[in-house]
T-cell receptor, first 114, second 115 residues
Framework: QKEVEQNSGPLSVPEGAIASLNCTYS??????FFWYRQYSGKSPELIMS????GDKEDGRFTAQLNKASQYVSLLIRDSQPSDSATYLC??????????????FGTGTQLKVEL | DTGVSQDPRHKITKRGQNVTFRCDPI?????LYWYRQTLGQGPEFLTY????????KSRLLSDRFSAERPKGSFSTLEIQRTEQGDSAMYLC?????????????FGNGTRLTVT
């Protein structure tokens, strides 16, 4: 079983719709989670972090965490064509000295269609 | 904040050659990371520095790979005797030490092609 699993997609949604991206993880002790957006040929860009069960909202983005179900999701409201990208879910592990090792899923490709 | 800078952006080399990549982190960040990403996969952790100390290395980092951060500022990643399987995007990231969960900021990466 992979440590972080995502559906690779592509997930196609019409412009203005809500895009729902999902991620499951295997380590029940994981404490912090991140969503990164990656455009083709570019580096990952941090969108949101979430540490506590429940929802966290930032503009059009909402991250949801359910530690009991080992499930993280990202909702994108009012999807725009510029949101078309690969969305990477990452689970954080604390390293020696306090550094962070992110374990990424394979990413979900989102396509927002006009 | 000028972001994480990586050089070169692209590198094409022949199998068996050595290559070296450079990363300049965000200036106030004391933590530096190297990741590798192949097509269709998420980034994979390679190694981590806190200041000049290399504190963690993935088993993905074979003995052909070496990373340094000599003065706790920029870092280099060297690959000796490159193989075609080394073809990938090599990403550098940095973070501050202010919080345990300080987010990683990635550079634009160095794309390596081994022919």
């Amino acid at each position: 079983q992979k440590e972080v699993e995502q559906n690779s997609g592509p997930l196609s949604v019409p412009e203005g719709a809500i895009a729902s991206l999902n991620c499951t993880y295997s380590d029940r002790g994981s404490q912090s989670f991140f969503w990164y957006r990656q455009y083709s040929g570019k580096s990952p860009e941090l969108i949101m972090s979430i540490y506590s069960n429940g929802d966290k909202e930032d503009g059009r983005f909402t991250a949801q965490l359910n530690k009991a179900s080992q499930y993280v999701s990202l909702l994108i409201r009012d999807s725009q064509p510029s949101d078309s990208a690969t969305y990477l879910c990452a689970v954080n592990y604390i390293l020696t000295g306090g550094g962070n090792k992110l374990t990424f899923g394979t990413g979900t490709q989102l396509k927002v269609e006009l | 904040d000028t972001g994480v800078s990586q050089d070169p952006r692209h590198k094409i080399t022949k199998r068996g050659q050595n290559v070296t990549f450079r990363c300049d982190p965000i200036s106030e960040h004391n933590r530096l990371y190297w990741y590798r990403q192949t097509l269709g996969q998420g980034p994979e952790f390679l190694t981590y520095f806190q200041n000049e100390a290399q504190l963690e290395k993935s088993r993905l980092l074979s003995d052909r790979f070496s990373a340094e951060r000599p003065k706790g500022s920029f870092s280099t990643l060297e690959i000796q005797r490159t193989e075609q399987g080394d073809s990938a995007m090599y990403l550098c990231a940095s973070s501050s030490g202010q919080r345990v969960t300080s987010p990683l900021h990635f550079g634009n990466g160095t794309r390596l092609t081994v022919t």
